[in-house]
């Protein structure tokens, strides 16, 4: 695909290089969490692994191609003579480039993702843009059955609907810098970004960052709180997916300075949520296909008369 519509080799490397890399990582978390135990009990379902294979599958097969194709194209219309145009700055500079792509490529995820956790705009235009964010994201939040024992794991990262990884602009960004020709920051930028994704989303039967924030010493207390000011760590995510007003918390999956100075949504709490994931409908919950192809606003479930797609304080 990459070769007809003349794309750079060493685009495809790169992505392939990522890729497995991503693939080891991913690897490795998920056996540990079968190891230990944390996928059994109704944590994990038969859902939640078809899920995330339909995901995965997607995303490398047909999103992440596509999207390339598109921003190179428009790339390469906009900007011509821009084409690998910037490749000395990560040859001179490559630590501050690195730097700035990563803050940019977070601030751009977490402000979106910010957005399709909000109240819905007045604007009608807007809050029609805002639906289809909120629907597209909507099955990152659903997990296990509808018995309240599902929890997230390393897979649930890349578990979205069909859309989303299509109109993140921070993946719009990415692939720019790599039109530009930063092919080593673009790199370790995304492996830097996705291996601690996948680290904050893991079911960890023992959680560091719970012990560091409820250490006996008040020094190693304060320390890891004040570090959860600059970095998301994993109980600070886990709560970002639990049913509960903190589901509208800690937007970032790795740089959480944007949560706490930018948009107040900073939140460090010192134990595991009780129940993870939204509510879901019967349809959500019997079918993968669902999940995955349905990009219509959720609207308010008529058994319960409330909207499942909400923060779901209630427990």
């Known amino acids: 695909m990459f070769e007809f519509f003349n794309i750079p080799e060493a685009v495809q ?6 890729a497995i890399v991503t693939a080891l990582f991913l690897i490795l978390f998920s056996l540990y969490e079968i190891i230990s135990g944390q996928t059994q009990g109704g944590k994990k379902t038969w859902n939640d692994w ?7 599958g997607f995303l490398a097969a047909l999103q992440r191609p596509v999207l390339t194709v598109v921003v190179f194209l428009l790339m390469a219309w906009l900007f011509p003579a821009y084409n690998g145009a910037m490749a000395w700055l990560e040859t001179q500079y490559f630590w501050p480039t690195l730097i700035i792509f990563l803050l940019v490529d977070e601030y751009l995820h977490g402000r979106t993702h910010l957005f399709a956790h909000s109240r819905k705009p007045k604007n009608r235009l807007l809050g029609k843009v805002q639906g289809f964010y909120k629907a597209a994201h909507r099955p990152h939040h659903l997990n296990g059955g509808q018995d309240k024992r599902g929890e997230i794991s390393s897979s649930q990262t890349f578990v979205e609907n069909w859309a989303w990884w299509l109109i993140l602009p921070n993946y719009w960004f990415g692939l720019a810098c790599l039109y ?3 092919y080593e920051v673009f790199l370790w930028g995304s492996l830097s970004k996705v291996v601690w994704g996948m680290h904050v989303h893991t079911n960890w039967k023992w959680q560091y960052d719970l012990w560091l924030l409820n250490h006996r010493n008040s020094f ?6 004040a570090l959860c000011h600059i970095f998301t760590f994993p109980n600070m995510h886990h709560h970002h997916h639990s049913r509960s007003a903190n589901s509208a918390k800690n937007m970032t999956n790795f740089i959480s300075i944007f ?4 948009w107040g949504t900073l939140k460090i709490e010192t134990e595991r949520p009780e129940v993870y994931g939204w509510r879901q409908y019967d349809t959500e919950s019997a079918s993968v296909l669902h999940r995955f192809f349905r990009s219509t606003e959720p609207l308010k479930d008529p058994h319960r008369g409330e909207n499942a797609s909400a923060h779901a304080s209630q427990k």
Do not use: N, P
Request: no cysteine.
């Open 13 to 18: 490397e790169t992505g392939e290089v990522a």
């Open 50 to 56: 078809a899920m995330s294979g339909i995901s995965l």
């Open 180 to 182: 530009l020709g930063l």
């Open 220 to 225: 190693v207390r304060k320390s890891m709180r």
């Open 259 to 262: 949560d706490w100075l930018l």
